[in-house]
Nanobody
Framework: QVQLVESGGGLVQAGGSLRLSCAAS????????MGWFRQAPGKEREFVAA????????YYADSVKGRFTISRDNAKNTVPLQMNSLKPEDTAVYYC???????????????????WGQGTQVTVSS
């Protein structure tokens, strides 16, 4: 069992940066692979980035590759998402998620994640 809380969202101008953080409760954090997803109004929830249990493997959507960086600190039970060179198209609610089954092919699909945070709003103005 893990509980997730996202933070760090806000309003930023295009070209700016934000750092989101996912904080997890409990002592089982290191047993979960983690992911970030986002959802804009009227659109399906989409994959953004993911990281394996030990942090050795990372995955990114093509739309954010080279701009976003996911990492994890298992000692602090946090998964930050550094977002640089933000675009208006990045505007969405960003969700942190956790999954027990750590397989690379499952990192991109929302159905493979067992727990979700409440989301944090990111708005990028032009």
């Amino acid at each position: 069992q893990v509980q997730l809380v996202e933070s760090g969202g806000g309003l930023v101008q295009a070209g700016g940066s934000l750092r989101l953080s996912c904080a997890a409760s409990g002592r089982t954090f290191s047993s979960y692979a983690m992911g970030w997803f986002r959802q804009a109004p009227g659109k399906e929830r989409e994959f953004v980035a993911a990281i394996s249990r030990g942090g050795g493997s990372t995955y990114y959507a093509d739309s954010v590759k080279g701009r976003f960086t996911i990492s994890r600190d298992n000692a602090k039970n946090t998964v930050p998402l550094q977002m640089n060179s933000l675009k208006p198209e990045d505007t969405a609610v960003y969700y942190c998620a956790a999954r027990r089954i750590d397989r690379s092919i499952g990192a991109y699909n929302t159905a493979n994640y067992d727990y979700w945070g409440q989301g944090t709003q990111v708005t990028v103005s032009s």
